[in-house]
């Protein structure tokens, strides 16, 4: 199980279900339409989309490496993230889930849609990059 940060909470993020059945499940990261996300009035605002789509990225290349064995000896460094913008996003449930393009032992390259009620009509998307480090071991 993916553990969102504490800024996904304060937004009111969380874990729904697994993605697709047929390949290694991806988690499906939501969020609510509430006062905290709120743009315009009546629509959700473009920075809370951004960030529940970089919250969906880092949990999809957290779940493959989890899935690869490799997770805990390793730390996520976002390079960029590029976001498209393609409708608004309504007063509604908004889903997020990405699928990883590429996992080198360096460099991850993720990307990540965002839908409403119908998830043929993505809201956002977005490439994200990461650098992929190893942990820093403590000196005893």
């Not at 199980?1 to 499906?28: C, I, K, Q, T």
């Not at 951004?50 to 460094?77: P, S, W, Y």
Request: glycine letters at 8%; a neutral charge; aromatic letters at 8%.
């Amino acid at each position: 199980m993916v553990a969102l940060p504490p800024y996904a909470r304060a937004m009111g993020m969380f874990v729904v279900e697994a993605h697709d059945s047929a390949a290694p499940a991806s988690p499906v990261v939501a969020m609510d339409f509430s006062e905290c996300n709120t743009g315009r009035p009546g629509f959700l605002h473009g920075g809370a989309i951004g960030g529940l789509l970089e919250m969906a990225g880092f949990a999809t290349l957290h779940a493959h490496l989890e899935r690869e064995g490799i997770d805990a000896q390793v730390r996520l460094k976002p390079v960029n993230i590029s976001i498209e913008y393609l409708r608004s996003g309504l007063p509604e449930r908004i889903f997020a889930c990405g699928e990883v393009v590429r996992a080198g032992r360096r460099v991850a390259n993720v990307r990540v849609e965002a839908w409403q009620a119908d998830r043929s009509k993505s809201v956002a998307s977005c490439w994200m990059n990461f650098l992929i480090a190893p942990k820093k071991v403590a000196a005893e």
